[in-house]
């Protein structure tokens, strides 16, 4: 009998990384590191696994991301830094997720996309209900935080949708990032492409994130568009029909709040600047700093830009382990995700992976660990493999390169 992972640990590490969030945890008093505990479980059938040799790490990329990140943690060690919890999560946690996810049969995958489907769903409801009702229905203290920093700067924090991930800016880029792989996902009907992204980005609005608007915009309603007009048995009627769905969805945004700071503020105001005084960190720090990062950091280049916080992904992986291995993990990282995305086509890979670094790279978010699991559960929900072919071609395709580059991890 062929040896494999438990299959409920599997769904409940899914099912705790999409659904038992912070602001979730904090509603039903549940301990913040839930996730942390989640991760244990896995980590307690991956390593029996690999001892077994049910799971192999032959992957270069992956290789790659382990080895650095090791490094990391040792040379952080040396300097008297504890960083290896934060690393583990941030780049070790998405590497053993991608090794466990590809070991086990389709039907895991198919309760994999069920489950992000209802994510989606809920997600972006909620957005919508809260921006209805001017109501976070799940509270966050962070959120709170920057309400009392634009206070005390004498200035209106307006009101945006927090959902269940806390953060406004950690759900745009959540849903973006969910959004582009449904987009790409050729499996669903062009008009359920259409509809699923009409609700992706209804929620964008609500969460009022500038950065996910215009890469959105600019990336998949181009690429949609083209889907449309591509399929359609009127091309030329379908295109102007796209153009006129287009300009009215701009003049609806100009006359109503969603989306406003974007449409009617533009980029001049505060927040806008703050991206580009981000570019200043390394005026706030020694070169000591620069290189070898560490805790603390953050915050008082935050301070000393007057800023709420320090709005760049790149810069803050810098701060937290220097900028060699920052420049040496996050490549690693792109290269990995380059490696996955190689079973779509060229377009398609290329979109995904500039939606999640782009919008990523403009707030924080890039150095939070959850995001870039987020990233590999939704790429194993939607991922054009095999076993979401046809039956009629299933057996054709399973020795096909495309489905190799991801089993053979």
């Known amino acids: ?34 996730f942390t505990f989640s991760f244990l479980l896995l980590a307690v059938v991956f390593i029996p696994a690999i001892w077994q040799g049910i ?17 990391l943690i040792l040379f952080k060690m040396s300097l008297g830094q504890s960083y290896t919890k934060e690393v583990i999560l941030f780049s070790v946690v998405p590497i053993v997720a991608t090794l466990v996810f590809s070991k086990n049969e389709q039907r895991h995958r198919k309760l994999f996309r069920i489950l992000v489907f209802v994510f989606y769903f809920l997600e972006c409801a909620l957005a919508i209900i809260e921006r209805s009702l001017n109501v976070n229905l799940l509270p966050f203290e962070m959120v709170e935080d920057v309400v009392e920093f634009y206070n005390m700067r004498g200035e209106t924090f307006e009101f945006r949708s927090t959902a269940l991930l806390g953060h406004p ?60 007009v591509k399929k359609s048995r009127k091309p030329f009627i379908s295109f102007f029909v796209v153009i006129a769905v287009v300009a009215g969805l701009f003049m609806v945004l100009y006359d109503s709040d969603l989306g406003g700071r974007l449409v009617k503020e ?25 290189w070898i990062g560490g805790h603390g950091l953050y915050n008082r280049v935050a301070t000393a830009l007057h800023t709420s916080g320090v709005e760049n992904g790149v810069v803050c ?93």
Request: charged share 15%; net charge positive.
């Open 55 to 71: 799971i192999k790490v032959s992957n270069l990329q992956i290789q790659f991301v382990l080895v650095i990140s090791a490094l």
């Open 169 to 228: 800016l950690v759900n745009s880029l959540i849903v973006s990032m969910l959004t582009a792989f449904i987009v790409t996902d050729k499996t669903i009907s062009l008009w359920g492409r259409s509809l699923l992204f009409s609700i992706g980005y209804v929620a964008l609005l609500c969460f009022n994130g500038r950065a996910a608007l215009i890469v959105v915009s600019v990336l998949l309603i181009p690429y949609l568009s083209h889907e449309i």
């Open 266 to 290: 533009g980029f001049d105001d505060d927040s806008s600047r703050s991206r580009l005084l981000a570019f200043n960190f390394y005026k706030h720090i020694t070169t000591y700093d620069l």
């Open 317 to 409: 992986v810098i701060l937290n382990y220097g900028l060699f291995f920052a420049v040496a993990l996050l490549a690693a990282l792109i290269a990995f995700h380059w490696k996955l995305l190689s079973v779509y086509s060229k377009s398609s890979r290329l979109i995904i992976l500039l939606v999640f670094f782009i919008i990523g790279s403009s707030n924080p978010n890039l150095s939070l660990s959850s995001c870039w699991l987020y990233w590999v559960i939704f790429y194993f929900a939607f991922a054009p493999i095999s076993g979401f072919d046809k039956p009629s071609v299933r057996k054709k395709k399973s020795k096909d390169k495309r489905f190799r580059s991801i089993s053979n991890l």
């Open 1 to 34: 009998m062929k040896k494999r992972i438990p299959d409920i640990v599997i769904y409940l590490f899914v099912f705790v990384s999409l659904f038992v969030t912070n602001p979730v945890s904090n509603l039903f008093g549940l301990p913040s590191r839930v």
